[in-house]
């Protein structure tokens, strides 16, 4: 008999890493859960917003007359001219025109440059804060989640170190044998086949998280605290110019001059900073084909000169590697097939999420310590997160709930749920009451979105989240075989709380 | 040639399947000799990654290529564990006896929190400056050691909150993340 590739570890040094694995596995589980389920929807966070709002003609080019039209009718629309104003070029994932300024006041654009309808994805832009900030302030929020993605990277590191035989084990799964080798074979299959997805994962959302902190530590002691001095060196310095020739910056040259000087550069978003002022400047956005930098800038001056780029495509390696994290983290880079990648492995982190906290709920069961309330409340994270975001949506799409009753709706809602199950009811009830619950809030939201928008339907991404949403809905449904559901009830033992 | 990203991507998948029939195969023969297997099954998804290489730039050849095999690997694990459902409970055993010292496991568990938290992001910054100051005397560009920064300070985090949390004593934990704290701090007081 040969030895394994894995280091032969001493038992001590395992059972600590093991006790080490499932400490920081408690500590964050149900946030972290909720963070991989909409992580994972948020990887379509462009098809869902054109989903939610499909009556808009889309268009795949513009002309520079188009563009500066846009920036007129968006100027004389504004009843205050503010600092910097955005408009949105129409790209393969989203080919719409979109001109606005600040957080709210955004517009649809027809190829004329004529402002129309104002933007509204309500739900979309809850799965990405959801996502993101977990629902709280800008800062505290991006730290928590960055501090999840810290313990998830943690947690990969003490997993490889606590399965010594992770890899030699990478093709078993004893699915039928017992509740708690299920559990084990697919937390850990998932686990070490997924890790580089994991661990990029982890480590880009804990990077973005932190960054903020990070920054200002940096700051505190390299530039006597002055925070604006940090992020240029990858990001590049704000241009200040003169005044534009007519006063209003020249977007139109500046970009038939990007696509002249710059044709290995797709143009995303044009900023116009300081519009109508003395000191205007003009910054596109653009995207790199083939690259996995999520942008690169190029700055012009009111008149439309070019004056250079930031090089986050082209630049110094540590600009390359700060500007692939974004398209890294969300699957932004490769079209289609990376996010039904991202989609695939998405869901099965977040499964390996779900089945390393059901794990150590079984042990405490198997060791005579089982916590059936616990298992209950465990199981209205698991199952009542999908089931609460699909209520979410429906009551957004069918306009019972205001873009501002989205989020305490949901978060009361899922705490409800957790209350509820903690003290009524048995585990396996809960599990299919709320896989039932999600597939056909699920479709209700379908059928209410199909009825407000028949006929409207414009593009792949509507027909597309529709399909995907569907085919989600009656997995759910069937996964819980209602078929059988009646045979169930009768043989199950009176409060059974099986996890999962 | 206009089809040569196809047969690198052909190439990718049959690497990458050969990589994974011959670790099933090696792993199966735990009594007999497996080495070589173990060795070329390692080998081939290796070269089942590298092989993205010439299809496109470099690192994103190499993600997409690493992306198709994670994808290939889970499907073959569901597609051999089926859809058969969860499998019975395993029946309860008498409960353990419960340690009557549950406020001192509180304090330990507050302890622990406090070390995995705030002073393992403490130590994780300061090391992280550190290697910032560092990068930049060895001539480092800023953006360089600016990307550097990023990404040590999850890492570090992630590295020390792993010491913070695992089975040893509390004050070898303690000792373990309070020295690069103190020590990386008064470092870079001196060079910062």
Known sequence: MTSLPWPKMPARLVARMLAGHTTLGLALSALLYIVCLSGTLVVFHNEFSRWEQPVVAETESVTPQTVQAMLDNLLARLEETPPQVTLVLPTEDVPRLVAGAGEHDYWLADTDGNLGAEVAHPFSEFLVTLHMYLHLPSIAGLTLVGLLGVMMLGLVLSGFLAHPRIFRDAFQFRRTKSARLGETDLHNRLSVWAAPFHITIALTGALLGLATIGAYALALVFHDGDYTQVFPPIFGEEVATAPAPDGTADVATAYSTLLAERPDLRPWLIYVNGPGTDAQSIEILTQAPGQLAYFDEVQFDAAGNMLGSTGMSDGETGQKIAAAVYSLHFGWFGGQAVKFAYLFLGIALSVVCASGFTLWLIKRREKGRPSPRLERAWIAIVWGSPAVLAATMLGSLSGVMSEAVLIPFHWIALAGLVVLAAFTGSGRVWSRALRLAAGGLTLAGLAVHHAAHAGYFQGEAAWGVSTGLAVTAVLLIASTRPWQFATARRGAPAGSSQAG | ?192
């Open chain 2, 1 to 192: 040639m206009a089809n040569t990203p196809f047969i690198w991507i052909t190439l990718s998948a049959g690497a990458g399947l050969l990589g994974a029939f011959l670790l099933r195969q090696a792993w199966q023969r735990r009594r007999e000799p497996h080495r070589a297997q173990l060795v070329l099954g390692w080998l081939a998804l290796v070269a089942a990654t590298l092989a993205w290489l010439p299809t496109h730039l470099p690192v994103y050849g190499l993600v997409l290529g690493l992306l198709a095999i994670e994808c290939i690997a889970l499907a073959v694990i569901f597609w051999r564990a089926g859809w058969s459902g969860p499998a019975p409970a395993e029946p309860r055993r008498p409960a353990a006896a419960t340690p009557a010292r549950a406020w001192r496991n509180g304090l330990r568990g507050f302890a622990v929190t406090l070390l995995a938290g705030p002073v393992a992001l403490g130590g994780a910054i300061v090391l992280s400056l550190l290697l910032f100051a560092l990068a930049g005397q060895t001539g480092w560009s800023e953006a360089n050691r600016l990307s550097l920064f990023l990404f040590a300070v999850p890492v570090l985090w992630a590295l020390l909150a792993t010491l913070a949390v695992i089975d040893l004593r509390l004050r070898l934990r303690t000792l373990g993340l309070a020295l690069p704290l103190l020590l990386g701090g008064g470092v870079l007081a001196l060079i910062a």
